[in-house]
């Protein structure tokens, strides 16, 4: 197992993989790492869908909108994962908002999908996350009850080649002391 620093510093956006299916023992411990993501109250909001189907993909895929770079990865990934959050649970107490930012369901899929993400790389496999498309179209292909929310698709695989290193600000440029 990778060192954790190592793990977050070396995880890309993976948009070309291999025609290798990922065994389901890998699979379950990458949901096993989600299902310990910390959540507002501990309502784990989340919800995943697991999509191998060509077909389904392949509907996936033209939800993206126009020039998306992940567009190829939907259908060349062996697995797309959906994320999917329950609405007014996360931020909630009895029934009633408790943030000035209303529902805080985004931020826990937030966190769910870089547990899911840093877990794959772990692994050895790729993802991207893409957020550019048709949440409502994409719900429906994949039945979505009301209630719920898609917010990212993840195109997920063996690697088949890396990308580079992005620039990075340096922690000095973003982090205040006492205020900002």
Sequence with gaps: ????????????????YRDTKVPPEVLNRLFEAVRWTPSW??????????????????????????????????????????VCGKLKSSGF???QVTTKLGDWFMFDLGLAT?????????????TVVAGLFDQDKAGEILGVPDG??????IPMGYPAKGSGVPKRREAAEFVHHEKF
């Design 148 to 153: 719920y929310q898609l917010v990212a698709l």
């Design 93 to 95: 107490y009895n029934g």
């Design 41 to 82: 109250a501990n309502t784990q909001c989340w919800e995943i869908v697991v999509v191998t189907n060509e077909e389904a993909k392949s509907k996936l895929q033209q939800t993206l909108a126009k020039g998306n770079p992940a567009t190829r990865a939907m259908v060349e990934a062996p697995i797309v994962i959906a």
């Design 1 to 16: 197992m990778a060192d954790l620093m190592d793990v977050i510093q070396n995880r890309r956006s993976i948009r070309n």
């Design 114 to 126: 870089q547990t899911l993400c840093l877990a794959a790389h772990n692994e050895g496999l790729g």
